[in-house]
Each structure stands twice: as C-alpha cells, then as structure tokens.
C-alpha cells in the first residue's frame, strides 16, 4: 500500500488587501462546526419577543416552517412560490389603503442590470408594519464578533502550521465605513416607501463560530428586544441563523447551508449564494451525463487514465452539509452511476492535517481518479499538499463554495495538484477586478474619498438583496412580505450572474442557479491581482437541465 508523505510547508501567501477574506473563509467550517439541522432535541428554547413563539418550531432548532411548503425542486429545497402577485409587474406586492404607488418609466436604478422597474409613490406607508420598522426607519444591525482576525489567524496557524498574518491593511472601522457608505446609496436609488435604513452596529457575545449557545442567543435577543431590528446583515454561523429566525429577524449571510435548513427557518434566513443542494445537484447531474462512463482524462500522475472514471464524494460531515452530500449521490444514481467512495470528513482545528492525511489515503487505497468535492477551501489546501506530495494527481471537480471559485484561494494550493482541478460557481462576487464592481462604485458614488474594503461586493449584495425586498414587499413591510417581494422578482442577469428567488414555479432562499464551469491554469496572469495562477471560465451559464453534450469543453490545453 503506498503510504502518503508528511504535509509540505503549505503556500501562505497572502494577497495584499485580501487578508481578512481569506482567514474567514479558511475557517469555513469552525464557523458552523457542531450546528445541527434537523434537531428534534435541540436543548434551549428561546422567549420571541413582542409574539407568541413562532408556529411549528421546535424550541431552539430556529424559524417556522417555510409559507407552502411543497417541494418544487431537486433536493426538495423550492417551495411553492406564495401568492402576493404585484398589481403592478415587477412593483410592490402589498399597498396599504391610503398608499398611492405608480409605477414610473424606465429602471428605478439607471444603468443597473438587476434594478426592479421604477416605482413611485405618496401618502401613508402603514407606519409600524414589523419591528424594526416605523413610518420613517428600517433598522437593520451588523454583529462584531468577539475574536477577530488575530484569532482567526492562530486557528489557521494551528491546522497548517504557521501563517503569514503580515498584510491587513484594511481595518474594522474602513469595512464599516464601507457599509454604511452602501447603506446610503441603497437609500438613495431604491423606493423604500418613505423611510430609510437605519445601520445599527454592535459588539456581540458570540464568537465567529458561535460556540456558545447561550451567547449566540443574547445576541440574537439583543437584535429583537435592544436594537429592535428588522434585519441582521452579518450572519457568521448556523446557530445564529437559526436563533434570529425564533426571534423572527430577517437575517443574511454567506453559509451555503442545505436548503432543507433554509426552508426550517423560513421567511428569515437567506443568502447571497447558491445553497448547497442546489449545488450537488448540479455536480451530481454533471457527474453521472457529462463524466460517467469514461477515462480520467485530465488526471495526471499515480491514476489510472484508462479506465472508466471512480469517483470519491467529499463533505464535512456537519448536518447541512451531509443532506448536500445526500443529495449529490442520490443524484448520481439517477443518473446510473453510484460514487467508488464516499468520504464525510470530521472538522477539528487541531486535528485538520490528519484528517486530511487519512482523506489521502483513503483517495489513493480506493484508486479514486475523480473527487467531487463539498469541501472547505483549507481542506482542499491540505489535500491537495498531500496528493501532490504522494504523486498522485486524480481530477477535482468542486462545488464553488466559500470563495473557492476566486483566484485568490486558486493560488494557495498546490499548483501541481490544482493544475487538475475544475469547479462549478454560482457568482463572480469575488473575481472581478478590485475597484472595477457595481458594489464598489456604489460605495465610490457616496464618498469618492472613503477607502473601499475589498469585500465591498460581498457587503453590496446583502444590501441588495435586503433593500431589493422591501421595494418589493411595498409599504406593508414584514418578514412575510419581504419573501413574497423577492419571490416575485423576475429575475435579471448581470455581473453578478443571473440571480432570481423563484425558478419554475418554485420559490428559494438563494439567487443563485445557474452556474458556469471553470478549470484552473497555473501559468496563466490573474486578472484579479496580477499574481501567477488563474480560473478560466467557460462562458455560457448551465443548469442541471440545460449541461454540454457530453463532457464539457475543460482543458483545452491538456493538464500539466
């Protein structure tokens, strides 16, 4: 049996402006490490303020059950889109007596791809719809976490053996700076009815991963009851998630959870991304049409080319995370073809070298040639060290989550390894060219003076989907009419792809799609930042429905 090696000094180059990106999401999974998802024992139950418990929870385990509730989707994570249909197309979808809404000519925001139709309007807006809402505000709130990138920094540091923590040039209060910049331009070109969003930022209890449960609760009763907010804008963990949607606050982060989590804890909880059973569903599809039934061709070293491909699904083996996983092997065997190995990996920071050393080992006793991975980007890191370092060099076909579709986490691994590696990616929010972004000139257009923190387009698109909501809810404001707005979004492409709440019919917690494959070349110049090594993207935008004829056009140039 050919044992790997000891783990190589891993590349810890850190991109200059970028620092703070790349530690959060290398701690992609101590963020939601231990957050169960379905949880019928789940142990704290949370008082909601100023209402009765929310209907059909289980104390602790979050919101209520998603409006409908019929599964409308792959993976069941749709839901029959509510009714709300706009009196006006693309306008409001609840007018109150006494509102006069219009709609007007042209986009309400000139030159923006995504912007809804142009709305006018005058008289009474309702006054206090929700909480968090008045006649004249919308508070939304940003939780700051207890540890910051220091610890962050050491946890890293403890999984791959040191870390450059050298260059942070942005700092906390320039990244504030930069929402409450986006804040105003949202105020500024979207119709909200006669009121405003107001920014209330506050040091929470919790830590990034949330792993105290009583904490991540204080924090979530200091949005209801304190702050009285109507959303929180920085969602850093499931627990949390979880516990805002109890207190029903409308909540946004990136955590590319299931969607059988987002529909638990509907209308709250959304997200700026695909969620993770859209995303193996795609590769699941992709996997047993397009590369099932033949060679590894763009393998390299130690694997078998001539063969029939085997494959290895690969994902934490968190709850959310396992439904994803789940749904990616019942989506092969639709499709006739079943996984050689299925690997659901446990996440301990102390302990990620050698798991990722056992993940190797099994990759190379299964004489695994393709990986199809759910994986975290410092996972892929180590695995791909260790393959390399084994001679072993099968194909990667990841699911683009946590920034692992970017050329900046692309150059942190093992260019020998990653030289065989492609992915499925739902957004471009992070491969666009610093200062080139629709988010960035939106925070410019404010204060062409201010610095703009490199994750401005990460912040835009939380704003944008919150403020996109409400000028669709209308001037009735609440959870419930906020999901119906964004449900009643047509649909538009752009930038940032194409992004839509509803796909035939049934309705989502996520923009996100369609997707885009693209393969990794170690020699090319990235755009991005100018460094050696970059994504290239095919161009057209795919759907499990709608895949290549046969394999997909990747490698044109073979693999090094």
């Not at 790349?22 to 949880?39: C, E, K, Q, R």
């Not at 042209?106 to 912007?115: M, N, R």
Request: contains cysteine; glycine residues 10%; aromatic residues 10%.
């Amino acid at each position: 049996m050919k044992q790997i090696p000891q783990l190589r000094p891993a590349d810890r180059r850190l991109i200059r402006g970028y620092g703070p990106l790349l530690v959060a999401v290398a701690v992609f999974l101590m963020i939601t490490a231990t957050v169960p998802t379905v949880a019928p024992q789940q142990t704290v139950a949370l008082p909601v303020s100023g209402a009765a418990p929310v209907p059909g929870t289980v104390p602790g385990a979050g919101g209520a059950a998603a409006p409908g509730g019929t599964p409308a989707a792959p993976g069941g994570q749709g839901q029959q889109a509510p009714g709300g249909t706009p009196a006006i197309p693309g306008g409001p979808v609840s007018v109150p007596q006494g509102s006069d809404v219009e709609k007007c000519k042209g986009p309400q925001v000139a030159g923006d791809p995504y912007s809804p139709p142009c709305i006018t309007f005058s008289g009474s807006n309702g006054g206090a719809t929700a909480r968090g809402v008045t006649a004249k505000e919308i508070v939304i709130t940003y939780m700051n976490p207890t540890d910051g990138s220091k610890s962050e920094n050491e946890y890293v540091a403890a999984a791959i053996g040191g870390y450059n923590d050298a260059i942070f040039p942005e700092t906390y209060e320039q990244m504030i700076t930069t929402l409450q910049n986006l804040v105003t331009y949202f105020n500024e070109h979207f119709q909200l009815y006669g009121r405003k969003i107001v920014l209330k930022v506050f040091n929470g209890q919790q830590d990034y991963a949330g792993s105290n449960q009583s904490q991540v609760n204080a924090d979530a009763l200091q949005v209801a009851n304190s702050l009285g907010g109507f959303a929180e804008m920085n969602v850093l963990n499931l627990k949390y998630a979880e516990a805002l949607a109890h207190q029903r606050v409308v909540n946004f982060g990136n955590l590319y959870a299931s969607g059988e989590f987002y529909h638990a804890n509907a209308p709250y909880s959304w997200t700026t991304g695909a969620d993770c059973t859209q995303m193996a569903t795609d590769l699941g599809n992709l996997a047993a049409k397009g590369l099932a039934g033949r060679p590894a061709k763009w393998a390299g070293t130690g694997v078998d080319t001539g063969g029939d491909r085997r494959f290895a699904v690969i994902a934490p083996d968190l709850p959310s995370y396992q439904q994803c996983a789940d749904t990616l092997v019942a989506t092969m065997k639709r499709g006739g073809v079943s996984p050689t190995t299925e690997i659901a990996y446990p996440y301990e920071a102390s302990q990620a070298s050698s798991i990722a050393q056992n993940m190797t080992q099994r990759i190379i006793n299964d004489e695994d040639t393709s990986l199809l991975c759910l994986c975290d980007p410092l996972s892929q890191l180590l695995i791909s060290n260790n393959l390399a370092n084994s001679d072993y060099l099968p194909e990667f076909f990841d699911a683009g989550i946590a920034g692992l579709e970017s050329d900046v986490f692309g150059q942190q691994m093992n260019q020998t390894a990653w030289a065989h590696a492609s992915v499925l990616t739902s957004q471009t929010v992070i491969a666009g060219k610093y200062g080139s972004t629709q988010g960035y000139f939106a925070a410019k257009s404010v204060d062409p003076d201010a610095f703009i923190v490199n994750e401005v387009d990460l912040l835009y698109l939380r704003l944008y989907e919150l403020a996109l909501g409400i000028q669709l809810a209308g001037p009735d404001l609440t959870p419930e009419t906020f999901a119906q707005g964004l449900f009643s979004y047509p649909g538009a492409d752009g930038p940032y792809g194409p992004l839509s709440w509803t796909v035939g019919g049934a309705s989502y917690f996520s923009p996100s799609h369609e997707f885009r494959l693209q393969w990794w070349d170690p020699t090319a110049r990235s755009a991005y930042d100018g460094e050696t090594g970059s994504w290239q993207v095919l161009p057209a935008w795919l759907t499990s429905s709608r895949l290549p004829s046969g394999e997909p056009a990747l490698f044109p140039n073979g693999t090094s």
